[in-house]
């Protein structure tokens, strides 16, 4: 397979994938709307493009990391006009598996294979290559991704028929919902018991009730620091809204995920729409009459 690959959407988890890539060995390159962060792109030794298509003309695997549904819809008409027949688009955000299916459509209309490949991963575990891909679609596309996702993911699965990425992805979503509000009230209840936020770290997290989240997000809730989002709330609730209406068309309960939910909002309607989601601890220290 070649050695050049594309990246388009350079945000939390583009720009990280993006850098992983040149770390790897490959030739990158990359496209985003924003100029900030194509310059961050070249600085780390990728080459920044001046659109989708043009990442696609260099690189017969390119990667989609996006933020809405018609972002998508918006490169994969591009690509479709554009794009050299026989690509593979490996598309990781996190939208409605319809959505994705129109997306494949077009661009199979264009000659171009689209993959399902959602990313189980904060942005601070992109950084560091902690990412696992829910891969779906084509098993010969697959196969012919697996050096690009072993150049930014510590793991991946073919998980079958396109949209089953997806669906997987919903799944440790709800968990990832769950863990980090759960991480979350456990630090309030045990800094209000008199417990040193640092000491609830390293003991709690090293015994049964332990999480990803609780380890991944706890030396934020330790620190109270929030600015430097690896998930931004306002984004996080995008993917939290895919997921409660997947589970409803499917009549499934979700009253943890729900009794969560109320907590994220809070931390929008407190001004912490652009901060981390670790932030929601913040609003759980508010609602215990806590101030360290």
Known sequence: MSRSVGVIGLGIMGSAISANLVRAGFETFGYDLLPAPRKVLERVGGIATRSAAQVA???SVALTSLPSAAALHRVARELARNGRRGGIVLETSTLPIEDK??????LGAAGMTLLDCPLSGTGAQAKTGDLSVYASGPRKAY???????EGFARSHYFLGAFGNGSRMKFVANL?????????????????KAGLAPRTILRVAGDGAGASRM?????????????????????LWLKDMKII???ATKLGVAT????????IYNAAMAQGYAKQDTAAVCAVLEAMAGLKR
């Open 175 to 191: 968990l990832v919902a769950i863990h980090n509000v759960s991480a979350a009230e456990a630090f309030v209840l045990g800094m």
């Open 143 to 149: 196969d012919a991704a697996v050096p690009v996702f």
């Open 255 to 262: 009253p943890l995920f729900n009794a969560s939910a109320a």
């Open 101 to 106: 299916r129109r997306a494949r459509a077009v």
């Open 57 to 59: 003309a260099h690189a």
């Open 244 to 246: 409660g209406e997947f």
């Open 214 to 234: 609780f380890q991944v997000r706890g030396p934020m809730m330790v620190a109270g620091k929030y600015d430097e989002a690896t998930m931004k709330n306002e």
